[in-house]
């Protein structure tokens, strides 16, 4: 009976590791969406990574040096992304935390920005995500924004 125990917990654990990491794949999935589509200027791959009631912010300093919290509107950003420029946004990600519980995620990942080939800045972005019935969406996404201490 010990023994029966011990193989249905371990056959358990498997079977949970198994789902916990296919959920952990298609979150990941979902952000690489994002960045690819922001690499390539594909305003639909984009749209496609968030859900329809969504919110952006990021964290930097303002033109006084002090830090403020800027909202702003996903469909003016992906506008933005898919407006003619010369040279590629290339956001490099590194997914340092993911977080499951049901149908919400939460991902922390640190970044370094380049337009084409020259470095702009990093942070760590963290996002939000809920899976509803066409997958994982993001809902949430706040940023940090430095030009120093890029140390990953």
């Known amino acids: 009976m010990k023994r029966l125990s011990i193989i249905l917990?371990?056959?358990?654990?498997?079977?949970?590791?198994?789902?916990?990491n296919t959920e952990e794949t298609a979150v990941k999935a979902t952000i690489n969406l994002l960045f690819d589509g922001m690499r390539n200027a594909d305003t639909a791959m984009i749209r496609k990574a968030f859900a329809t009631q969504n919110t952006m912010q990021t964290i930097a300093k303002n033109k006084d040096g002090k830090f403020v919290v800027r909202t702003e509107n996903v469909s003016d950003f992906i506008k933005s992304i898919g407006t003619p420029h010369p040279e590629k946004y290339d956001e490099r990600i590194v997914f340092t935390k993911i977080l499951?519980?049901?149908?919400?995620?939460?991902?922390?990942?640190d970044y370094k920005f380049y337009v084409g080939e020259k470095f702009s800045h990093c942070g760590v972005n963290s996002f939000q995500l809920f899976k509803g019935e066409d997958g994982w969406k993001i809902i949430y996404i706040i940023d940090t924004r430095r030009k120093d201490n890029c140390n990953f």
Not at 100 to 109: E, F, G, R
Request: charged share 5%; proline share 0%; no cysteine.
């Open 100 to 109: 499951i519980d049901a149908n919400l995620a939460s991902v922390w990942t």
């Open 9 to 20: 917990f371990l056959f358990g654990s498997i079977q949970l590791y198994a789902q916990s």
